[in-house]
């Protein structure tokens, strides 16, 4: 699923509906904006491991919906 490509109100939908933790809603704010795993990385200041395992756990939330 690419983030970037859904609606506002979409994204919104799963913000509300996944209780994300604050670190996942971030990784998923900067993902829906299009931005790369090391991107992200670089701009929280996490290794690329760290932002792997938020989209695996932020996945596993979504499709739990």
Known sequence: MKLHKLTQSK??????????????EITFDM?????????????????TRTVDRRIADIKLKINQL
């Open 31 to 47: 993902l829906s904006k299009g931005k790369s795993i090391s991107e992200i990385a670089t701009r929280l200041s996490v290794s």
């Open 11 to 24: 994204l919104d939908d799963y913000k509300l509906r996944s209780n994300f933790t604050e670190d996942e």
